[in-house]
């Protein structure tokens, strides 16, 4: 049965799609029912957390033993998600305690570091699916005036292998994947999942203490490796073009002290207060360049040309023949500096250093010293 919800990217309609959360919930319905009336049922429905309704057709729903087992197969819709396609399971056996236990079983990872959403141990299933299975077995339990207990299993087969191509082993989950899901609904290429992790990573490393790296990608995880910057101990966040998302979510978890270093191809738009730098919200690089080249002295010929260079290190190399890279480069730095400790705000103290793939490094702020200063000691 397909899901007919559809959100707009740019000009294209993309179906969406429905999460292991709400797969989860919807074999746990379906195994409670066979459990309890002898009867597989055959479609299982429910009601998402975003209010949508998802009704499916079990890929199986057996007996086995003395267990009902049932799996549904999950439809990602329209994004690219690693899951699409995959079986989640649920087993449902009666219990002598009371109430509806959850927990994991193949393929369902388990919580290994402090800072997620679920303690130390316990299945990777996080609180609002295990809220979804819990309703949806209870519902069929009052419906059928069952009133004894019921332990569920929650399995994905091939879980295992998939997790290894995912963030799961990084955030501190071993052994499989994570159930997830707030509104039980995958909206396709949603920027919000990339936000999602983004909490996530910094949570975890808020569990550690107070100090924070944050870099956009690769650039700057290859760049702070070969600086030894990753050898001070300090948690390191990749926050791709998320920069205010990712200050808001320090700040709110107490982060005392952060370094922000990028390619300044990237975080120049900081300067321009631009705390989104996807290409699609924003694209002034060449204009701060121009600006800030103006203030320093740059003639009309020079301006010009910065704003016709193709990228940020053809910026430089203008300015480098002109003479005036070191100072246009600290005119940026502060600027960008500057927003971002407005962004970050009082309690947060933060530092930003810009590098180049050509050039190599660009410039420090000057609390960028000294957090690099006091984090050496």
Known sequence: MSFEHYVRSGQRLLRCGYTTGTCAALAARGAAELLLTGCAPRTVC???????PVEVLPRYCRM???????????????DCDI??????EALVVRTDAPGIAVDGGEGVGRVTKPGLDQPVGAAAINTVPRRMITEAVAEICRRLGYAGGLGVEIRIP?????ARKTFNPKLGVEGGLSVLGTSGVVEPMSEQALVDTIVLEIRQAAAAGHDLILTPGNYGADFLRDQKLDLLGVPVVKCSNFIGDALDIAAAEGMER?????????LVKLAGGIMNTHSRYADCRTELFCAHAAVCGAGQELCAALLQAPTTDACLELLDKAGLRLAVLQRLLDAAAGHLQ?????????????FSNQYGLLGLSDTAKEILAQWKR
């Open 342 to 354: 407005r962004r970050a705000g009082e309690a947060c103290r933060t530092g930003l250093i810009l």
């Open 46 to 52: 429910l009601t998402t957390p975003k209010g949508w």
């Open 83 to 88: 899951t699409d396609g995959m079986v989640v």
């Open 258 to 266: 952060l370094l922000l270093v990028g390619h300044i191809g990237k």
């Open 158 to 162: 091939g879980g295992a292998e998939a």
């Open 64 to 78: 086995e033993y003395a267990a009902a087992l049932c799996g549904v197969e999950k439809d990602a819709g329209d």
